[in-house]
């Protein structure tokens, strides 16, 4: 079974903190995407990364960035944390791009007062 | 940019029920299309998807999904819930040659006993 494991289910920041949120998959997939989920918005996709120190923008990056050192793990960093940025976040994997089924991690919900 | 419209956000239904969730994409050619599963305190996953062949796809617990090119629909439906099924439901198209899925707002679908 695919795995995909975020470093944190809840988590309290301040504004203006930089938060780092972390997600590792097991299955050795090419490709891992970060969204956020808010209630009727659905998933928003914040980035996307093909391969190893490879990111694309996704829908909403403004605010966020993104690293990916090794395969497995795919980090999204809020440089200065904003109210606005209160909301779910999802990781998700896949094999590559020529597969379309993404595995989902958990969430971390994200609260910045 | 494909864009996905998912008609009700919530539905509340009662055991044995019919459920059908209305979903519709915002333009044609070739489209893969997806519904995905939240149930509470768990993961996304995967319900069904369309890639080609038979419009009437058959997905995990006893959900299936019509795709109808001509009305650009990829609906949801169960002939009989179970409480089991309260859940958040998302209807997602690829975006692209990236394979991006576009996510539609969701729905809420509380079954009662």
């Known amino acids: 079974d695919v795995k995909v494991t975020q470093s944190s289910r809840y988590l309290v920041k301040r504004t203006g903190e930089k938060v780092f949120l972390e997600c590792v998959q097991d299955?050795?997939?090419?490709?891992m995407f970060w969204y956020r989920q808010d209630p009727g918005l659905g998933l928003r996709l914040i980035y996307f990364?093909?391969?190893?120190?490879?990111?694309e923008k996704g829908d909403i990056p403004e605010g966020y960035s993104v690293s990916r050192e090794k395969k497995e793990r795919f980090s999204l960093i809020l440089e200065s944390a904003s109210t606005n940025q209160t909301s779910m976040y999802l990781c998700?994997?896949?094999?590559?791009?020529?597969?379309?089924?993404?595995?989902f991690g958990p969430g971390t919900r994200l609260t910045v007062t | 940019a494909q864009s996905v419209s998912q008609h009700n956000h919530h539905v509340i239904l009662s055991e044995a029920a019919s459920l059908e969730l209305g979903c519709n994409y915002s333009y044609g050619g070739t489209v893969n299309l997806f519904w995905y599963v939240q149930y509470p305190g768990q993961h996304l996953q995967l319900l069904l998807k369309?890639?080609?062949?038979?419009?009437l796809v058959k997905g995990i617990k006893g959900f299936e999904a019509e795709f109808i090119k001509s009305k650009f629909s990829f609906n949801l439906r169960k002939p009989s819930v179970q409480w089991s099924d309260t859940a958040e439901y998302f209807c997602a198209v690829r975006s692209d040659s990236w394979g991006k899925l576009q996510f539609g707002a969701g729905t809420q679908v509380v079954v009662t006993p």
């Open positions: 299955m050795d997939h090419e490709n």
């Open positions: 998700a994997s896949r094999t590559d791009v020529t597969s379309y089924e993404q595995y």
């Open positions: 369309y890639f080609s062949g038979d419009p």
């Open positions: 990364s093909y391969d190893v120190k490879m990111k």
